[in-house]
Every structure is written in C-alpha cells, then in structure tokens.
C-alpha cells in the first residue's frame, strides 16, 4: 500500500491505494481515529461484487454496519435517492456522531459525499472509490453534489473526506469501456501536467488495460498527486484549477449535444482533448508532433463512440449553454506542450464555431 496525503489548511487526509485494500479498510480506519461503524452508501452492483470484502472487514474492526442501497447509475443521482438516504440514516438511528463510507463509483461518492456534507449540517465521511475515474477523479477535490433537471452538478458542496481507500483489485470487475473511461482522465492529467506519467502510459497501456496492479497503482497515485496538487493550490477554483478542466469543454458539449447517451464522460473528455489538441495546432500554441503524439496515446486506449452524426448547431448550442460558457467570456485550456497546460480567455467564439464545423466534418480526424 502507498499513501499520498493532501494538504489542504485545515483538513489534510490521506489517500491509501494499493492492492486488497478493502480487506483492511476496518483496521485502517479504526487506526484512522475512527470508533464507531459507518453507514455504509453503495449500489446493488458494487455489494454483489465486492460488499462481502468490505463488509467482513468493517464488521470486524466497528460490529455491526448499516449499509444503504441506492439505484445503479447517473439517473439516481437525485434528491430522490438523497431523501431515501437521510430517511434511512434516521431510521438506522444517525446522529452528528455518525460518519459515512461512499463505496462505489462517482455517482456514489458524489450523492453519499453530499449527504454527509448535509446531514445534520455535516458529518465525515470516507470514500472507498471502485471506478478507474473514481480513484482519480471524482474522490479528490471535494466537489460533491446532485443532478436536477436543470443541468448536472447544479446542486452541491465542496466537503473533503477524512481519507480516500482505492483497492486496485475492484477494477478488474469493471467493464472495459468504464475502465478506458477512467484512463482518458489519467491522460489528461499527464498532458496538463506531467510528460513522465505520459511517457509511462505510453509504455506501459497494455499492462494498464489488462489491470495489472502495480501499473495500476503507479498511474492512479500520479494523476491522484496531480489533481490533489492543483485542487490544494486552489481549493475553491479560482484559477489554477481551471486547467483539470482540459478537454472538458468540448467534451461536455459533445456530451450533451448526444444526451449524455452515447458517451461515457471519459470518451467525451477523450473527443474534447482531441479537438483542443487539433485548435491549438491550429492557433499555433503547439506543434504537429506534439499533438499528433497525444491523439496517438488517446487513441490507442480504444475505440471511441463516433462522433459523425453530430450537428455543429447542436455541438454550438451545447457548448453555450454550459455554464462555464455564460459570462460570455471564452475560456479554454490549451497544452504549449505535452505536460503544460494554458488557461486561455477571450476564445474567439465564432472562429471556435468555424473549427468545430471542420473537425466535426473530418469525423474528428483533423490530426
Ligand atoms: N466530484 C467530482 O469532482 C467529480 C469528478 C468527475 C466525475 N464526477 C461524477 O462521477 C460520476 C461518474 O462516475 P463513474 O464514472 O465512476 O460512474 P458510476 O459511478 O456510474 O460507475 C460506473 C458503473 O460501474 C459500476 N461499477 C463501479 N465499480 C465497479 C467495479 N469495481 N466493478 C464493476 N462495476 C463497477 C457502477 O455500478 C456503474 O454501473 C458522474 O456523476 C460525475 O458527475 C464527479
Ligand atoms: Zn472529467
């Protein structure tokens, strides 16, 4: 097991990965400082594929533990599922003293996250992350929250974990497309940030791709380290967080334009990368090689859902609509180069409109 901390003011926890880790989560924790048992919030998918582990462990070191089971997937991300989890909390006799283990994936960690951060005006929780882009993503930050029909991620807190336990052993369950899913956000932290976390994908993605664990665990502490290291230098985004944002504009708006159906995040994230990539070449922030090399490594992780039958007006409305997009102020991440990203305002809205009209044309083979 390795551990990375983040340092945040007040509130630093650890981040634990390694292999078989849920085995031991009762006793790290219990040496954690934690007494009592967690509630533990978890999916029906996740319970019968590793519940048992966890559970025998959490048994052990607290007694008996409550779990709560909601929906499997983005569609219970909802206040619904949320008042289902408070009224079980009290059922199950939750007080200020009780303390929550996000186990599964983002939609658990988000809406278990933000359940602890309201519950009773807030009490900890601990995240036990099972997807490839939970254990790189959406564990670390703070960001948690709820969909509602106006738009994703509308409502929510920023609330930190006590720690983050990432068994790199659960991914092996998980479907191929959910783990390339993750890996493109792991590209993307390279590509902001850090050219050797590129270099080793680059060498090591067969190894990645067939779960190898200590290939696993290297890339999920280096892009962990990277996004933990950003969002501690800017915890609430006002700046220098925006660049976890690279390949997210685009990316949302091609997620939307499909109605959030035919992509995965990662894959719109992994479509967005390529179009900044192809703009920069295009603005001439960076050069051929440069780009092609990180189209090439986007590329070889699979297959990505086409983006042909896309409209420019629906990519356009899309992409105006996103919140970030409202001020009127265009701003976009840029690379100079592989491991340095940009911030760039004052995107040129209707020179934006023109390449995405020819990038979508080329079926998104600009580069
Ligand atoms: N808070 C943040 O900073 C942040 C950042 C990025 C994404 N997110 C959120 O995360 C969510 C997406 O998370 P996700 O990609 O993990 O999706 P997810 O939570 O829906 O999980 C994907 C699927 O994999 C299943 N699964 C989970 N672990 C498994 C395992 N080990 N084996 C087999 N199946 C498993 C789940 O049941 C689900 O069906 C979105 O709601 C997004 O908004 C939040
Ligand atoms: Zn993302």
Partial sequence: MKTLHVNLSDRGYPIWVGEGLLADAGALLARRGFSLAPVV???RTIMRLHGETLMRSLQRAFGRTEIIRI???ER???HATLLQIYREMFRAHADRRSWILAFGGGVVGDIAGFA???FMRGIPFVMAPTTLLAQVDSSIGGKVGINVA??????GAFHQPAAVLSDTGVLKTLPKRELASGLYEVIKCGAIRSERLLRYLEKKLPEILSCRAAELQHIILAAARIKAD???SDERE????MILN???????AFEAATGYRKFKHGEGVAWGMIAALAYGRELGLMNTRDSARLVRLIRSVGRLPSINAISVDTLWESFIRDKKFQSGDIRMIFLRRPGEAEIHTGVDASSLRRFLKKFLASGGNLI
């Fill in 238 to 241: 006002g700046g220098l967080r």
């Fill in 150 to 155: 106006e738009g994703k991620n509308l409502i």
């Fill in 116 to 118: 602890a951060a309201t």
């Fill in 230 to 232: 950003v969002v501690a």
């Fill in 246 to 252: 690279f390949g997210h504009t685009a990316g949302h």
């Fill in 41 to 43: 919030i978890a999916n």
């Fill in 71 to 73: 929906g499997d997937g």
């Fill in 76 to 78: 219970f991300k909802t």
